[in-house]
């Protein structure tokens, strides 16, 4: 079996360079190509991996290479990653010698060639690579036929063959996400508060008012949130008011619009609705189910955590019901902006909606104020920096309102001294011109007496209800309201007779 003839090839790592390949292993010496790419030839059967230092060599087919001479001087290169020529079998009926393997380069360049190539090692390829060498050059052979073909039928120029470009492909990026971060927005809603003079701002707050009544309220330390158990706070959601649903249907049927109710619950268990969301401001579709309707949840304005802390821990358990259940501190609000407020007070947590903050933060004073609850310094001048950009709120219905601020009593002033008038001449006496008739004022209206409540009573009226001192509210009876719970002083025939004897509506 014949051997590959040393000489220059084209290089299988670089294209555009030939390297010298000695017989038996490429060289580290390079140069640029000598001859067009069409007349260039690699050593038979480059796609198999470089024989090792510890391999014999393999004798190769005989080819002739492309220049006849040598480097000067060259070494083997190990680290070239090229692949080695494959044998091919001797023709039928020819012996060669394996040193035989073509015209040898003669002369001084021949004798230093001989002199430094090691003594090639004899070995055989293994039948894989023999066949993998053998299916290449049938594919080459095949391709270079059917471009000579072509050749002479078409005269025209081959097509340039489109190369796959290595710039990487442009990765597009998305489009930027509009929707409203709301964690982000409710924490940066959390005021920077200024040194502010609360006693000043509260006192020039209207009577009655929710910044008026911040000054109201006790300002302490919070308790250790120990023994803190929402159990302790009675039956989540109760139905507190005896008109057969629990809080949470009864916040659901007030809060959303167009409510849908289950079937055979005299509608009491909402099923669907939209809820305008006061938190974010905007509209949330609820709908009954776990994996639904946790987007529209009931949260309590003034947390029970941070009641606890700062009062409810003396109260029994009856007052914690009802003030868990109290629609004063109940609201139905957007599910997360809920589960992010957690348990923070007014200065840790403000809506994203500035809209709503005002009415939020009096809310909240209100609860505290109805409830007897402390707040911290931090969130006391939290209220007021809010409450001091709307001056006017007014408490929410069924809130606990305080006594009116008595009215400031001017410093009387000094009159100035006036000059004397000139006396002037006394006129003729006019007659007194007859005096109009007096126009009696009208009745105020009837105080209503205690006289027994009959059983088919439509407005039932309260002078003080037991649960939170709450004075002179009414009840409305509906198709579905239950009395019997409800221990009235007075009865009324409708509304308007309640509220002229200046009773006002309760929710619970």
């Not at 809010?386 to 009387?412: I, K, M, Q």
């Not at 409800?486 to 007779?497: G, I, L, M, Q, T």
Request: with cysteine.
């Amino acid at each position: 079996m014949g051997r590959t003839a040393p000489g220059w090839y084209p290089d299988p790592s670089a294209a555009g360079t030939e390297r010298w390949f000695d017989g038996d292993r490429w060289s580290q010496h390079t140069r640029p190509t000598a001859l067009p790419a069409s007349t260039q030839r690699l050593p038979l059967g480059v796609g198999a991996a470089l024989p090792r230092e510890d391999q014999p060599a393999t004798p190769f087919a005989e080819v002739r290479p492309s220049v006849e001479e040598q480097p000067a001087t060259y070494a083997p290169a190990s680290s070239v990653r090229a692949l080695p020529p494959v044998p091919l079998p001797p023709a039928a009926g020819t012996v060669r010698s394996e040193h035989a393997a073509g015209p040898q380069p003669t002369g001084p360049t021949a004798q230093r060639t001989r002199a430094r190539r090691p003594a090639p090692q004899r070995g055989l390829l293994s039948k894989p690579a023999l066949w993998v060498g053998a299916a290449v050059l049938v594919v080459a052979v095949a391709g270079s036929a059917a471009a000579l073909a072509g050749q002479g039928d078409d005269p025209a120029p081959p097509a340039a063959v489109a190369r796959p470009s290595t710039a990487p492909t442009p990765v597009e990026e998305p489009p930027e996400d509009s929707t409203p971060d709301y964690i982000e927005v409710a924490n940066s809603a959390v005021l920077e508060l200024a040194a502010l003079d609360i006693a000043t701002v509260t006192a020039a707050a209207p009577s009655q008012s929710a910044l008026a009544t911040v000054a109201l309220l006790e300002v302490g330390e919070p308790n250790p949130v120990a023994g803190y158990s929402s159990d302790a706070f009675g039956t989540r959601f109760a139905d507190t008011d005896g008109n057969g649903c629990d809080t949470r249907n009864d916040a659901l049927a007030r809060s959303l619009s167009g409510v849908s109710f289950k079937p055979g619950t005299r509608d009491c268990v909402v099923m669907t609705g939209l809820l305008t969301d006061p938190y974010s401001g905007k509209d949330i579709a609820f709908e009954r189910g776990p994996l639904s309707s946790g987007a529209v949840q009931v949260d309590h304005v003034v947390p029970l955590t941070d009641a606890w802390r700062h009062g409810a821990q003396s109260w029994d358990v009856s007052r914690r019901e009802a003030f868990a259940n109290d629609p004063l501190n109940v609201l139905v609000v957007d599910g997360t902006l809920n589960q992010q407020k957690g348990d923070g007070s007014a200065s840790a947590w403000l809506p994203p909606a500035e809209s709503f903050r005002c009415a939020y933060v009096a809310r909240q004073v209100a609860v505290k104020y109805t409830y007897g609850l402390r707040v911290s310094a931090a969130e006391q001048a939290a209220m007021v920096a809010v409450l001091s950009t709307c001056p006017g709120e007014p408490l929410p219905t069924g809130s606990t309102l305080p006594p009116p601020r008595d009215p400031v009593v001017p410093a009387p002033v000094k009159p100035r001294p006036t000059p004397s008038p000139t006396p002037t001449p006394e006129a003729p006496p006019v007659a007194a011109e007859p005096a109009p008739p007096v126009t009696p004022a009208p009745a105020p209206a009837p105080t209503p007496t205690t006289r027994p409540v009959p059983e088919d009573c439509k407005v039932k009226g309260l002078y003080v209800r037991p649960t939170d001192g709450a004075t002179n509210v009414y009840y409305v009876r509906g198709e579905e309201w239950n009395f019997k719970e409800v221990v009235a002083d007075v009865c009324f025939d409708n509304r308007k007779e309640a509220e002229a004897a200046g009773f006002k509506r309760a929710w619970w």
